[in-house]
């Protein structure tokens, strides 16, 4: 019995000073140890787990405490013949092991079992949904994910936390993972490099990157298009219509071979809108669209493209008129609460334009230059000051002495930043660009390194990319229903 | 030759070039029946025009004197009775039965009790019976002609069917008649003197790009000069800016007028006179060209000096528009607008000039200035009345609407402050639209390249979008295939069904 | 990093030891796990621990994510009149009607162990409209102020003098002729730093290689 906790609290020495040999020493050992730690009936029927589960630390003996915590949860579903027995359920006493591990593992021995890591946080997910508690589902998954940082790798588990957060409505948790840029893609590649070990913290890891790692359950091209869109609904639900639109980029531009995803005209649909809510126009397509996917997406998505259309001539009545007509298509769609929100939007372009034209102007004459909205020099007059106060425009207002006084607006020219903010606004632009140009780079070096680059790979993406010029089935994508969002986000504006 | 090629260079900078090629079409499109005016009036004139009706016309001969009396006639208000009667006189001492009848028609709509608003029947009887002795016999010395085969009597003979279509208002068959002489023609002023009958009539039918392609042939004639080259060299020129007018092409027809030598005097009254060439050269060239260009190229130009003298306005407005003194410029196109509207060939041109020249002009005006009062400009731009002038500053005023209009197609880079009611340049801080504009590219970039590594990896990891049957991940499992990531790649074959 | 369990005196003591707005978000929605796993009949805990968490939001402009939180509440806490109230000032925040805002976080019956973090939300909206005001009004009629402010915009009409003073101390100018206030903009200065050069021009080198 001691014997064994012994060993099972053994943990394999770290290196200190990191050299090839020291990592493939390490290597050895953890690996030694994962295969100690999977032989079949270690843990004797008879003892009662628990007992070596207070002994171990969950960071200091992760890799034992999770092959314990499995066994554990394993013995619980055998005896209560259900999937996710009470014990795993919130509040459980497994439930209460499981989220304690979850955020306090170490990572890198934890990248030696990361099936059984992985199977955890879906295990804690589904219980978590099923309770219809899919937020604490989400935080743990959160916080497990931030905890393994597989640095820019998409995994099964990422799409599984936007759909929690969806599920969940609870938004905000989500976005330290999807803040993060995404570069890598698990291949089912065998070609490890021999260079990196798996417990090398040296990033980014080759040998992570692999199908046979189990950082990530089996991809389909189905799930990084997914996990793009749902982090966009994530955005579009908070209003952040720039990162909305970039996730949405990352889909519409996604390479095909032979096929247009529904997902990917789905993502077409919200793109339009999202520019419209968050620029007031549609920008040019990614470039490295095929045409024919363009042309497939023009022809699916035809009734946004008009309500586009006029929205961006500044046309309120098409518009309307438009937005009427295609009611059952936003319906259907899931895109009315999005679509609802584009008559605020119009109002709030309308009078962001008019400093093109003028660089002060009285309340009275932005009413006639926006005749079309049907509001009272008062609303419109409150309106633009919260647009001004919002800081949506940089403009002054300015009221005039005497009682029925117009009131002035005096609109700057250029940035929406407040002169005194420029310098440091730019500088926390030059910030962010500069940290996801590090990520990439970094991407890049790594995708060189494991492509081999050669001319032979370049032949082929040059191959790759005319396959799809030539593709031109549309094939469905089957649903993407399970994590919509109720997108009714003006229901409590009006 | 040299300087066509660069106005063919200059082309397509020109902004309205489209717009007006289009305007140039429909020309040719509508007119291609047997005369220029064989449309309804274009524009109604109401305004009395500056010139004497009988001094005028007697700038002209041939053909062109009636369809110049017959447009006056029907677009304007106050010359149409003295016009028409002109016409229907110029229609009867010639042989073409319809411009006749059109011309009493039209006379009978504006006075109609008048004794010449009636058709003398027996005169058209009498000359339609004329006309058709005339073409058979005509066809008949023709034929005869060909049966001997003699060169020179089948030109002669296709160069008098073709003249007597022409007069006859037959400008089809007169076209295809001159067209047949070409291959009986022995010497090159035998082939100068088909190509310009070919191009009176083309310009007459508005058929522009056949004036264009003869206007070339001729060029191309003129290898040695002589004699009958500097007859024929301004003549070649005024027919080319002709055609590039009513092709819209403003600033090449202002290249072409500019070219044509003083020498064309009265030789090419059946098109167009010297005060022409004055009138469509100068408008021309002030609405494509900047100061500079306009006191180097036209107000220096010692050539071209010749030809304004007969129009001093023009060569007032031109002087105007280099000093910046634009209300009179203005002024003067505006006193003369009922004038030009009433010319045959400048009629349909009058209002994209006068709009060119004067949007040049506003946005000559505010080149020195920030801040300009919108007062100081309305005093400028709007013409007329100064009484109505108090509320030209106004949102709704015409002159503020059309300064909104020139600022949102982006012609004006400045913007309205309707408060201080001044015009002011938005060429305000180019520093900070360069931050911007920098900022805004490294945004695009970094995005941009987020996107390009992700497709690679997408692609590395066989993860495109494909038809559901055709997952090459699960093919490989069943197949259960041990190969290299590389090997996986290539193993792929396009359109390959498990 | 195991929390205190949540209890309305934990609740208490979380509130007057938090130093920010942002902290007490932070703590809150640890604590909003908690709040999953107890009892919904546990109603006065759960709707005190829902409007904190409601305020704490809204005292770091996470508006939109508020919302979110009510989409997610437990059914019968939504029902409470406490977060009925929320619901209210939600809308009204959403609208930017000043005038309401005010209304709702003053007269509306808070509950008590909410009342200091609805008192430090009124103070924080106050003072963030005084700086958007001052930012955007070049010239502003002292009623309409007093709105955007929360103070009797019938008074300020009339020119009391109490009222214009407390414009004036915030640096504001009173003209008496005009009768308009003018505000003075809140200007933070960029701190001084001279890393930007080299920042930039570490992006240059990335940019062209």
Redesign the interface.
């Known amino acids: 019995m001691s014997d064994l906790l012994a060993r099972l609290s053994a943990v394999p020495y770290r290196p200190h000073v990191v050299t090839d040999a020291a990592n493939e020493d390490y290597d050895r050992q953890l690996r030694e140890f994962v295969a100690y730690l999977k032989q079949p009936g270690l843990i004797p029927s008879t003892s009662d787990p628990n007992e070596y589960l207070q002994a171990l630390s969950p960071s200091k003996n992760s890799l034992s405490f999770l092959y314990l915590l499995r066994f554990q949860i394993q013995q619980a579903q055998k005896r209560t013949k259900r999937d996710l027995p009470d014990s795993i359920q ?2 459980g006493n497994l439930w209460n092991l499981a989220v304690r591990f979850l ?1 306090s593992f170490d990572p890198i021995q934890i990248r030696y079992s990361l099936d059984e890591w992985r199977q955890l946080v879906d295990l804690v997910a589904s219980a978590a949904v099923t309770s219809s ?1 899919a ?2 589902g989400l ?1 743990a998954t959160r916080d497990a994910l931030e905890r393994l940082s597989p640095s820019g790798i998409f995994t099964s588990t990422h799409l599984l936390l936007v759909k929690l957060a969806l599920h ?6 989500a976005l330290p993972i999807t803040d993060q ?11 490890v490099h021999h260079e990196y070990f798996l417990c090398s913290e040296q990033a980014p890891n080759t040998a992570l990157v692999t199908d046979a790692s189990g950082i990530s359950a ?4 189905r ?3 997914q996990y793009f869109l749902y982090s966009a609904m994530i955005y579009m ?3 952040k219509w720039t990162q909305a639109s ?1 996730c949405l ?2 889909v519409i ?9 529904k997902i ?1 005209v789905e993502a077409y649909k919200k793109w339009i809108l999202a520019n419209l809510l968050g620029q007031g126009k549609i920008p040019s397509t ?3 669209i095929s045409p024919h996917v363009i042309r497939v997406y023009q022809s699916l998505a035809r009734p946004y493209i008009s309500l586009a259309e006029a929205f961006e001539k500044g046309d309120l009545y098409k518009m309307s008129n438009e937005i009427d007509l295609g009611q059952a298509i936003w319906q259907a769609d899931k895109n009315t609460g999005l679509v609802s929100q584009l008559f605020e939007a119009f109002d709030k372009f309308v009078i962001v334009k008019l ?8 309340i009275a ?1 932005v009413l ?2 926006t005749s079309s909205s049907p509001k009272c020099p008062r609303e419109i007059e ?1 309106f633009v ?2 647009l ?3 800081n949506s425009m940089r ?7 005497d009682d029925n006084g117009t009131t ?1 607006l ?2 700057s ?3 929406q930043t ?1 002169p ?5 606004h ?2 926390a ?3 962010r ?2 940290t ?3 990520t ?2 970094q ?2 070096t790594q ?1 060189d390194q ?3 680059l050669s001319q ?2 370049l032949q ?2 040059a191959k ?1 990319q005319k ?2 010029v ?1 593709a031109e ?1 549309v ?1 469905s ?1 089957g649903d993407i229903g399970g994590g919509d969002i ?1 997108e009714d ?1 003006m229901g ?2 009006q | 030759m040299d300087l066509l090629q660069s106005d063919m260079t200059d082309a397509p900078s020109f902004p309205y070039a489209t717009q007006t090629a289009a305007i140039g079409g429909m020309d040719t499109e509508t007119l291609n029946g047997n005369s220029t005016i064989s449309t309804g009036p274009f524009v109604r004139v109401d305004d009395p025009p500056k010139f004497e009706l009988d001094s005028y016309i007697a700038n002209y001969t041939g053909r062109t004197k009636f369809n110049r009396l017959y447009l006056i006639g029907t677009c304007s208000t106050y010359l149409s009775v003295e016009a028409l009667k002109a016409a229907i006189a110029e229609a009867k001492s010639g042989k073409d039965l319809s411009r006749y009848e059109r011309a009493v028609q039209a006379l009978s709509e504006v006075a109609p009790h008048d004794a010449e608003a009636v058709v003398d029947r027996e005169w058209a009887e009498r000359l339609q019976k004329v006309v058709k002795s005339e073409t058979d016999r005509l066809e008949h010395e023709l034929r005869g002609y060909k049966n001997n085969l003699i060169k020179e009597s089948i030109r002669m003979g296709n160069e008098d069917l073709g003249q007597h279509y022409h007069q006859t208002g037959d400008l089809g068959s007169a076209f295809k008649a001159y067209s047949r002489m070409r291959d009986f023609c022995t010497t090159t002023s035998h082939i100068a003197s088909m190509l310009f009958k070919i191009i009176t009539v083309s310009i007459e039918r508005g058929d522009w790009l056949s004036v264009q392609s003869n206007v070339h042939r001729l060029r191309g004639l003129q290898s040695k000069p002589d004699d009958e080259h500097s007859k024929n060299s301004p003549k070649i020129w005024a027919a080319l800016g002709l055609a590039q007018l009513n092709s819209g092409n403003y600033l090449e027809a202002a290249t072409s007028f500019l070219a044509t030598e003083p020498t064309l005097g009265d030789s090419y009254n059946e098109v167009l006179s010297s005060n022409d060439v004055a009138v469509y050269g100068g408008l021309c060239a002030l609405a494509s060209m900047d100061r500079n260009d306009l006191q180097r190229r036209v107000l220096d130009n010692n050539s071209f000096r010749n030809f304004l003298e007969l129009e001093p306005h023009i060569r007032r407005a031109i002087s105007f528009f280099c000093n910046s003194k634009f209300r009179p410029c203005l002024e003067i196109l505006e006193a003369y607008r009922a004038d030009y509207l009433l010319d045959i060939h400048l009629q349909r041109h009058v209002q994209t000039l006068y709009t060119r020249i004067r949007t040049k002009s506003i946005q000559q005006y505010i080149v020195p200035f920030n801040r300009v009062s919108l007062d100081s400009m309305a005093n400028i731009f709007v013409l007329g009345n100064s009484a109505t002038q108090s509320n030209q500053t106004d949102l709704n005023s015409t002159f503020v609407q059309e300064l909104i209009g020139l600022i949102q197609d982006g012609t004006l880079d400045s913007r309205i402050d309707l408060e201080s009611h001044v015009l002011v340049s938005s060429q305000g801080d180019k520093r900070i639209q360069v931050q911007e504009a920098a900022l805004d590219s490294l945004e695009n970039y970094v995005n941009e390249a987020h996107l390009r590594l992700i497709r690679a990896n997408i692609v590395r990891a066989g993860l495109e979008v494909r038809p559901l049957a055709d997952d090459r991940r699960a093919k490989l499992e069943e197949r259960g295939g041990k190969r290299s990531a590389i090997g996986n790649l290539f193993s792929r074959v396009p359109g390959m069904k498990p | 990093m195991d929390l205190p369990p949540l209890s309305l005196d934990q609740l208490s003591a979380v509130l007057s030891t938090v130093p920010t707005s942002a902290d007490l978000y932070n703590t809150l929605s640890d604590y909003e796990e908690q709040a999953c796993l107890i009892s919904a009949k546990e109603v006065e805990l759960l709707s005190v621990f829902y409007t904190t968490f409601f305020f704490s939001h809204l005292l770091t402009d996470q508006i939109e994510e508020a919302r979110a939180l009510t989409k997610r509440m437990p059914q019968p806490i939504l029902q409470t009149d406490s977060i009925q109230n929320c619901l209210l000032l939600l809308r009204a925040v959403w609208q930017r009607k000043h005038a309401g805002i005010y209304k709702i976080l003053r007269e509306l019956p808070w509950p008590n162990r909410a009342q200091s973090v609805v008192r430090s939300y009124e103070n924080y909206f106050q003072q963030k409209t005084l700086n958007e005001v001052s930012n955007s009004y070049e010239a502003i009629k002292p009623a309409a102020a007093a709105t955007y402010l929360g103070l009797d915009p019938a008074l300020a009409q009339q020119g009391d003098q109490e009222t214009i003073q407390k414009f004036t101390a915030c640096g504001w100018k009173w003209d008496p002729e005009t009768q308009l206030l003018h505000p003075n903009p809140v200007i933070t200065a960029p701190p001084k730093d001279n890393g930007l050069q080299t920042e930039l021009s570490r992006v240059m080198a990335l940019i062209s290689h």
């Open positions: 919130p509040g955020r508690k937020v604490l935080k969940s409505s609870a938004y905000t948790y840029l995404l570069c890598h893609f698990p291949t089912d590649t065998e070609h089996k991809l389909s091209y799930d990084h298009l639900a908070l209003k970039r980029n990352v531009a996604s390479p095909t071979a032979n096929a247009v995803s990917m990614p470039k490295m400093g093109r034209t003028f660089s002060a102007l009285t004459d006639q230059r409150e000051a919260s001004v106060m919002s403009a002054s207002l300015s009221h005039s002495p002035m005096r609109l020219l250029g940035s407040h005194f903010y420029r310098e440091e730019i500088r632009k030059l910030m660009a500069k996801a140009l590090d990439i780079a991407g890049v995708t494991t492509l081999e032979e790979n082929f993406l790759s396959w799809s030539s089935k094939v994508s109720d986000l409590d504006g």
